[in-house]
C-alpha cells in the first residue's frame, strides 16, 4: 500500500513563511491534496495539485511537486496565528474518494 | 447551505457492543464515504457509497459495515467492538459526477469520536 510522509511538528513565527513537506510512494496519484484539521473539527480542503504540475498558487498557498523525488510541499506565506492546525497531504486518484493521508504536521504559529 | 452532518458527536461504548454512526452529506452530493482517524494519525479510509452500494473498500474487517439511503444519507456500523476502534470517524460526501475526470473534492464533516471501554 501507499505510505505517505510527514514531519510530526513545525513551528513558526507569526508573518514568517511556512513550508511543510509530504513524501508518498505510490506514484499512480492522479491528485495529490492539502487538508487542515483544527481541534474538534473535520478536514477542510485548502488546495489541490494535478500530478502532471509542478507548482500551482491560490491566494497563500504554493504547492510544489516534484514528482521524480515524489515530494510535495505546501507554502504558507505571511502566516497567521488562525493557520495553527494539523496540516494532511493526501494523495488520491480520478474516479473514488480513497484518499490516502499523511500523518499529518501540527503547525504553530508565534507572536 | 448546510454542509456534511454527522451523528452522534461523541459516544462511550464497551468492548463487544455495536455502534451506529449517521451522516448527513452536503446538499447536492450523491456520493458519501467513511474514513476512521485514531489519534495523533492521519484518516483511513473504510469505504465509499454510491446509489446505495458499497464501490470502494480499504483494508477494514467486516465487522465495519455500511449502508446508503435513497436521500444519499448513510450509516457506518461496528459490530464487536474493540479497543482499537476507538477513535474519530469522519464522513465526507462529494459528487461523483464531479470526481470521475477531476479531483475528488470531499467535504469532511466534523466527526463522530467513539471510545471503547
Known amino acids: 500500500g501507499e505510505d505517505v510522509e510527514q514531519s510530526l511538528f513545525l513551528s513558526v513565527r507569526e508573518g514568517d513563511s511556512s513550508v511543510i513537506n509530504c513524501t508518498y510512494t505510490?506514484?499512480?496519484?492522479?491528485?495529490l491534496y492539502w487538508y487542515k484539521q483544527e481541534p474538534g473539527a473535520g478536514l477542510q480542503l485548502l488546495t489541490y495539485?494535478?500530478?502532471?504540475?509542478d507548482m500551482k498558487q491560490d491566494q497563500r498557498l504554493t504547492v510544489l511537486l516534484n514528482k521524480k523525488d515524489k515530494h510535495l510541499s505546501l507554502r504558507i506565506a505571511d502566516t497567521q496565528t488562525g493557520d495553527s492546525a494539523i496540516y494532511f497531504c493526501a494523495g488520491g486518484t480520478s474516479g473514488g474518494n480513497k484518499l490516502t493521508f499523511g500523518t499529518g504536521t501540527q503547525l504553530k504559529v508565534e507572536l | 447551505d448546510a454542509g456534511v452532518t454527522q451523528s452522534p458527536t461523541h459516544l462511550i461504548k464497551t468492548r463487544g457492543q455495536q455502534v451506529t454512526l449517521r451522516c448527513s452529506p452536503k446538499?447536492?452530493?450523491?456520493?458519501v464515504s467513511w474514513y476512521q482517524q485514531a489519534l495523533g494519525q492521519g484518516p483511513q479510509f473504510i469505504f465509499q457509497y454510491y446509489e446505495e452500494e458499497e464501490r470502494q473498500r480499504g483494508n477494514f474487517p467486516d465487522r465495519f459495515s455500511g449502508h446508503q439511503f435513497p436521500n444519499y444519507s448513510s450509516e457506518l456500523n461496528v459490530n464487536a467492538l474493540l479497543l482499537g476502534d476507538s477513535a474519530l470517524y469522519l464522513c465526507?460526501?462529494?459528487?461523483?459526477?464531479?470526481?470521475?475526470?477531476?479531483?475528488?473534492?470531499?467535504?469532511f464533516g466534523a466527526g463522530s469520536r467513539l471510545t471503547v471501554l
Open positions: 495539485i494535478f500530478s502532471n504540475m
Open positions: 446538499s447536492g452530493h450523491d456520493t
Open positions: 505510490d506514484s499512480s496519484s492522479t491528485y
Open positions: 465526507a460526501s462529494s459528487s461523483l459526477a464531479g470526481g470521475m475526470t477531476g479531483a475528488n473534492v470531499l467535504t
